[in-house]
């Protein structure tokens, strides 16, 4: 069963706009979530995390929500660029447990000229 | 310059084979993680290990084996008991604690096929 679902397989957006990145989790133990993009043949990188004592984090054009209640985080990006296209993996983890993190599937984002 | 070096980056085997893939990192991090990524799937971890000499099973480990005597290196070799070997395999490191906001940084895979 998945504990982090990532329900689009993929999103397009124009340029200029906002894209909305959504993820779902199922084990209420999470306390730590990350955003990751990735590229064709290459590794993920590391986008931006959030803590659940939060409900909001940003960096620059990049801003992750969590909604605890709902079990629910979303990744915005504003304005979105063509170099924004790539697949964006959601993922967490429960603190102090161990080091394993749970991915989701990815969603696709293609960022339209 | 810091990173993770896996390599090759592409690797064929021929089925009945055992097969070793690299993995180096000089980020002085002490966990160390292997993937296996499939066509519309997530990454699906195989092994980890928090320490040198010890290493501990993930989700599907089957059919893999690895070994951890440097800090530094965290081979994986796919061996013939696994039965569908073909996908995109991917090692990442990190500093202990991932909870704690320490994110796992990846190398560029490999990718295996079975001729």
């Known amino acids: 069963d998945q504990q982090v679902k990532q329900n689009s397989p993929s999103l397009s957006v124009q340029e200029g706009r906002i894209s909305i990145l959504n993820c779902d989790y199922t084990?209420?133990?999470?306390?730590?979530f990350l955003w990751y993009k990735k590229y064709p043949a290459e590794g993920p990188t590391f986008l931006i995390s959030?803590?659940?004592?939060?409900d909001k984090n940003e960096d620059g054009r990049f801003t992750v929500f969590l909604n605890k209640s709902a079990k629910h985080l979303s990744l915005h990006i504003v304005p979105s660029q063509p170099g924004d296209s790539a697949v964006y993996f959601c993922a967490a983890s429960v603190r102090n447990r161990d080091d394993k993190i749970i991915f989701g599937k990815g969603t696709r984002l293609h960022i339209l000229p | 310059d810091g990173g993770i070096t896996q390599s090759p980056k592409y690797l064929f085997r021929k089925e009945g084979q055992n097969v070793t893939l690299s993995c180096e990192q000089n980020l002085n991090h002490d966990a160390m993680y292997w993937y296996r990524q499939d066509p519309g799937q997530g990454l699906r971890l195989i092994y980890y290990?928090?320490?040198?000499?010890?290493?501990q099973k993930g989700d599907i480990a089957e059919g893999y084996s690895v070994s951890r005597e440097k800090k530094e290196s965290f081979p994986l070799t796919v061996t013939s008991a696994q039965k569908n070997p073909t996908a995109f395999y991917l090692c990442?490191?990190?500093?202990?604690?991932?909870?704690?906001?320490?994110?796992?940084?990846f190398g560029d895979g490999t990718r295996l096929s079975i001729l």
């Open positions: 959030i803590s659940s004592i939060k």
């Open positions: 084990n209420s133990m999470f306390d730590y």
């Open positions: 990442a490191s990190s500093f202990p604690g991932t909870g704690a906001g320490q994110p796992q940084h």
């Open positions: 290990s928090q320490i040198v000499n010890d290493f």
